[in-house]
């Protein structure tokens, strides 16, 4: 009885060590393949940037101001 208890108390502690490096392996894993995945695309919203576009030109016409309003809309 008191080797069993020994036996299975090794195999707790074995666990606990060996946990965290296979759920952080996992996580990397899971990573890796979003990033194979992803698109270099970026979806935008048409009808928000196009307003933002124009609003944007009109304000500053053209230059870093105007790079500076369509970045600060997300587009």
């Given at each position: 009885?008191?080797?069993?208890?020994?036996?299975?108390?090794?195999?707790?502690?074995?666990?606990?060590?060996?946990?965290?490096?296979?759920?952080?392996?996992?996580?990397?894993?899971?990573?890796?393949?979003?990033?194979?995945?992803a698109s270099?695309?970026?979806?935008?919203?048409?009808?928000?940037?196009?307003?933002?576009?124009?609003?944007c030109r009109?304000?500053?016409?053209?230059?870093w101001r105007?790079?500076?309003?369509?970045?600060?809309?997300?587009?």
């Amino acid at each position: 009885m008191l080797q069993k208890l020994g036996l299975a108390g090794v195999f707790l502690i074995a666990g606990f060590l060996w946990l965290p490096q296979a759920t952080s392996a996992a996580g990397v894993a899971g990573l890796v393949t979003e990033a194979t995945h992803a698109s270099i695309v970026e979806q935008v919203q048409f009808r928000s940037c196009r307003f933002w576009y124009r609003e944007c030109r009109a304000r500053w016409g053209g230059g870093w101001r105007f790079r500076r309003c369509l970045a600060r809309r997300g587009c």
